[in-house]
């Protein structure tokens, strides 16, 4: 095992080469010890070069939608009237508490997606 640290994108993507290599070794084995610290240092990397915080509130409203097929007269009873619905997938109503409450509630999307641009 010669693990390096990750200083830059060059050694990101050697680590992702090098991964690719020991990803379906056996557990136990020292290639499985690898593939467990290189995974540990490209999280590491890329959460600190490439974070990615909480979804947009819209987003991810949206990406609910598509999972369960939902059309927007489906969020209805977590928005309000269908004008209400379409001023808030526009994003030209923000969303309410109470709403929040009722997606997160009624549609399971986080709290913290719902409330990401609260702040």
Known sequence: MNIKPIRNDDDLRAAFARLETVF???EGSPEADEMEVL????????NKHYPVGPADPVEAIKFRMEQQGLVAKDLEP???S???VSEV?????PLSLR???????GLRIPYESLLS???
């Open 24 to 26: 379906q070794a056996a």
């Open 39 to 46: 995974v540990a240092l490209i999280e590491s990397y890329e």
């Open 78 to 80: 977590f928005i309000g």
């Open 82 to 84: 269908s004008g209400r």
């Open 89 to 93: 997938l526009n994003r030209k109503r």
């Open 99 to 105: 709403m929040v409450k009722r997606l997160h509630d």
């Open 117 to 119: 641009q609260a702040a």
